[in-house]
Structures are given as C-alpha cells and as structure tokens.
C-alpha cells in the first residue's frame, strides 16, 4: 500500500512538471492535476536573454579574436627578444685597418673606453648588454633585450599589437558591463 502512495506522488509530481513546461511553452495558464493554476512569468521585452552582444556566437568570436590577438603578441615579443639586435664583433685595439664587419673601413671608426673595442659611426654601447650595437634605439626591460638595427621592426609590431590587444580588452571589458546592465534592467532588477 505504501509503494502505491508513492507512485501516486511521483505521477502528481511528473504531472505538475509537464504542466509547467506546457505553461512556458504556451504562455498561458494551464490547470495541473491538483488543479492549481500556473502562470508563466512575463519578459518585459521579447529580447531581454539576448543583450547587446548578441546571441551565444558573440562571447564564441569574441574568445576566439582575444587568443588570435595575444598569439599575435607572443609572437612579436619572441620575434624580439629572440633576435640579434645587430651587435658587433669586438675589434681589439691592435688590429690592422682593413674591411669592417658592415663592409666599410675602419678608418673612421672609433675607440670605445667601455666596450674595449672600435666601433663604427652611428655604433653605440649598451651597458646592460655590454656589446656595441649598430643603430641602438634601447634597452627594452620588457622585451629583456637591446632594440637596434635587426629587431626594431619586429619591436614595433610589438608594440602596435599590445597596443591594439589592451584597446580589445578595454572594448570588451566595456561593452560587457553595458551588456550586463542592459540585461539587469530588463529583467526588472535595479
């Protein structure tokens, strides 16, 4: 006898769910078995699930351009740090005048105190790498080397991809809280 009063309340139960689900599904009152009356709650506005952003495809997209743009990134800084910024070989001080390692003579090249070595027009020391560098813009702590002639342009691809990658992440961040909010306030809560 108890197992039969125990069906009866898991068919009153399955009843009450089916007449739920037919409630939202027909948004109208429907009588269950119990014969209490459902009402499906009302949205405010039609599309209130679906946001400034758009449907479930926008958070996809936007993921997806957020990794595209931070593997643009990691490729600039390692293109960077992993390229020789176009040091010098060391040219001791007793070494004949000929053919510089840039192709022109040594005639007017220099003596660096600091490097120990002659260094050509436009050449400077870089203490932190302790080389002479051709074209020496910086030393780049982010990067974790010197920018001269061969990486500068990898440096500023860069710079210009973290650049636009923090202006995304600005634009997200942004657009999510209006996002959020616009939801909030068509749900009805403040």
């Known amino acids: 006898q108890r197992l039969v ?3 009866r309340q898991l068919h009153r139960a399955r009843a009450v769910v089916v007449a739920r689900r037919a ?7 429907v009588l269950d078995d119990a014969g209490v009356r459902h ?3 009302r949205r405010r506005r039609p599309d ?3 946001g ?10 936007i993921l997806a351009t957020y990794a595209a743009m ?3 990134v990691a490729a600039a800084l390692g293109s960077t740090g992993l390229r020789d910024p176009g040091i010098l070989e060391r040219v001791p001080e007793g070494t004949a005048p000929g053919a510089g390692p840039l192709g022109g003579p040594k ?6 105190d600091q490097a120990r ?9 870089c203490p932190w790498c302790d080389a002479v560098l051709v074209d020496f813009d910086h030393t780049c702590p982010w990067t974790g080397t010197a920018i001269a002639r061969n990486n500068i342009q990898s440096f500023r691809g860069f710079v210009v991809s973290l650049q636009f990658l923090a202006y995304y992440t600005a634009a997200v961040f942004i657009l999510g809280g209006i996002d959020g909010a616009w939801r909030r306030s068509a749900a009805g809560s403040p």
């Open 39 to 41: 009402v499906p709650a």
């Open 23 to 29: 409630a939202r599904r027909d948004r109208g009152p």
């Open 70 to 72: 931070v593997a643009l």
């Open 48 to 50: 209130a699930r679906r």
């Open 52 to 61: 400034v952003l758009g449907r479930a495809a926008a958070p996809v997209a």
């Open 117 to 125: 070595t002659f260094k050509p027009p436009g050449a400077r020391y």
């Open 5 to 7: 009063v125990v069906h």
């Open 107 to 112: 005639a007017n090249w220099t003596w660096n």
